[in-house]
């Protein structure tokens, strides 16, 4: 059992890592809001675009809301408070997380050509995964909800700490699945084409890797700490540490992925040219000025 103090130090790295994935989220937006308005709002509507935009400003909002109340700027009265909180904060945080998955996904159609069959693919395993993830978050609301011991230290900092679970960490493995299968979906291909030396250095492969990589990288460790949280720290202040730090950081790369590419094309298309049983494009080579000037061909454009 820990004392008080002991807690109250717990209280204070939550409200830490809150601030901390707020003054990301905002600064990043002002760092790139130049190549939103630049690169997005000049585009046609499709379903990328909307879903960043979405994703980008309701982010903003809920990710203040969330930060406001775990300062104490928001006091938490009751546990009826509470409970609606929680239910605020975690459809906010569902469909912040499933908009950067779909458009992650969207990115993995558009590496493998927009063909169908690898539509129908992951648009089969999203809805399996969806179901799974939202039947969990839905229990774990429902059992905080039901218990009156949900919320730990309310009297004494008016902050809504629910406490952790099994649902949760469930919750974060079975997203954290759908991850490495995305980042595969988009590795296995730029893997291919990065073996083809013409095609290593083509902006596109650049990029589509890097970004790739990072949020990777970022789901990974975005994942672990809310396994680790829900399980070594689940009746601590530090239980739901992800939703505070977590989700805005993924959030953010996952909108970087989007806005690098759109800065490298003015509108979205299929990205990558027909890869041929063998995984190797068809590929064009010309010299232009003594610079070596390499162009994918048979490749299908598509608004996505």
């Known amino acids: 059992m820990e004392s008080f103090q002991e807690a109250m130090h717990k209280v204070f790295l939550r409200q830490l890592f ?49 930060t406001l109340q775990q300062l104490d700027v928001w006091h938490a009265s009751s546990f009826k408070f509470c409970s609606h909180f ?5 459809i906010f945080g569902f469909i912040s997380g499933e908009s950067i998955r779909i458009l992650v996904l969207l990115r993995a159609w558009a590496v493998w050509g927009c063909k169908r069959p690898v539509a129908v693919t992951l648009i089969g395993i999203y809805l399996f995964y969806f179901l799974a993830n ?21 009297e004494e900092t008016g902050i809504c700490i629910a406490r952790g679970g099994p649902a949760g960490w469930i919750a974060a493995v079975i997203g954290f699945s759908l991850d490495v ?6 590795a296995y291909p730029l893997s291919k084409l990065y073996m083809t030396t013409q095609l290593r ?11 790739a990589l990072l949020y990777f990288f970022v789901t990974v460790s975005s994942g672990t700490l809310g396994i ?47 890869i041929d ?28």
């Open 18 to 66: 809150s601030v901390a994935g707020e003054a990301f989220l905002v600064y990043n937006y002002f760092i790139t809001l130049r190549m939103e308005v630049d690169h997005i709002w000049s585009a046609k509507w499709t379903v990328a675009k909307a879903l960043f935009l979405f994703n980008r400003y309701m982010n903003l909002v809920g990710q203040t809301v969330f």
């Open 86 to 90: 929680l239910w605020f904060m975690g």
């Open 134 to 154: 939202f039947g969990v978050v839905l229990y774990a609301i429902t059992r905080i909800r039901l218990s009156q011991q949900a919320f730990v230290y309310l």
């Open 181 to 186: 299968f995305a980042f595969a979906m988009v």
């Open 201 to 211: 250095y083509s902006p596109f492969v650049r990029v589509l890797s890097m970004d």
């Open 228 to 274: 680790i949280t829900q399980t070594v720290f689940s009746n601590t202040p530090l239980a739901d540490t992800a939703m505070g730090f977590g989700l805005p950081v993924t959030t953010v790369f996952g909108q970087r992925v989007v806005l690098n590419l759109r800065q490298l094309r003015s509108k979205s298309q299929c990205l990558l040219p027909n």
């Open 277 to 304: 049983p063998t995984g190797h494009p068809a590929y064009e080579m010309s010299r232009t000025g003594g610079v070596m000037v390499v162009r994918t061909v048979d490749v299908t454009v598509e608004e996505y």
